[in-house]
C-alpha cells in the first residue's frame, strides 16, 4: 500500500500549485484523505480533509478561502489545489488516510498510512 505524494516546487508569493496523492495496492473510497504539513522545526499540522465523498471538506483557518482540496474516486487520487501562496506555506506537505472522518485532526489520530512528502517552498 503507497500514497505517492507530488507536485511540490518553488513559487513565488501570491502563486499557485497543485498537489496530488495517489493510492496504490488498495482503494481508499470509503477512507477520509487528509493533507498535512510540517515547516522546520514545527510540528505537523492538519491542512485540509475531504470525506468518504466529496460533499465534505475541511481546512485550517490558516488555508482557508485559499486552499481547495478534492478527490477522484475513480483514480483513487487527492488533489490540493493551494492559491495565493504565502512565505509561511513553505513546509513538507504529506497526505494521509483514516477510516474516520475528522474536520480538525492531529497527526496522533488514527491514520493507516502516510505518503513519503512533497516540499513546497514559497519565495517572498
Known amino acids: 500500500v503507497q500514497l505517492q505524494a507530488s507536485g511540490g516546487g518553488l513559487v513565488q508569493a501570491g502563486g499557485s500549485l497543485r498537489l496530488s496523492c495517489a493510492a496504490s495496492?488498495?482503494?481508499?473510497?470509503?477512507?477520509?484523505m487528509y493533507w498535512f504539513r510540517q515547516a522546520p522545526g514545527k510540528e505537523r499540522e492538519f491542512v485540509a480533509g475531504?470525506?468518504?465523498?466529496?460533499?465534505?471538506?475541511f481546512y485550517s483557518d490558516s488555508v482557508k478561502g485559499r486552499f481547495s482540496i478534492s478527490r477522484d474516486r475513480a483514480k483513487d487520487t487527492m488533489y490540493l489545489q493551494m492559491n495565493s501562496l504565502k512565505p509561511e506555506d513553505t513546509a513538507v506537505y504529506y497526505c494521509?488516510?483514516?477510516?474516520?472522518?475528522?474536520?480538525?485532526?492531529?497527526?496522533?489520530?488514527?491514520?493507516?498510512?502516510w505518503g513519503q512528502g512533497t516540499q513546497v517552498t514559497v519565495s517572498s
Open positions: 495496492g488498495r482503494n481508499f473510497n470509503n477512507y477520509g
Open positions: 494521509t488516510v483514516s477510516r474516520n472522518v475528522y474536520s480538525a485532526p492531529k497527526e496522533s489520530y488514527d491514520f493507516a498510512y
Open positions: 475531504i470525506g468518504r465523498t466529496t460533499s465534505f471538506t
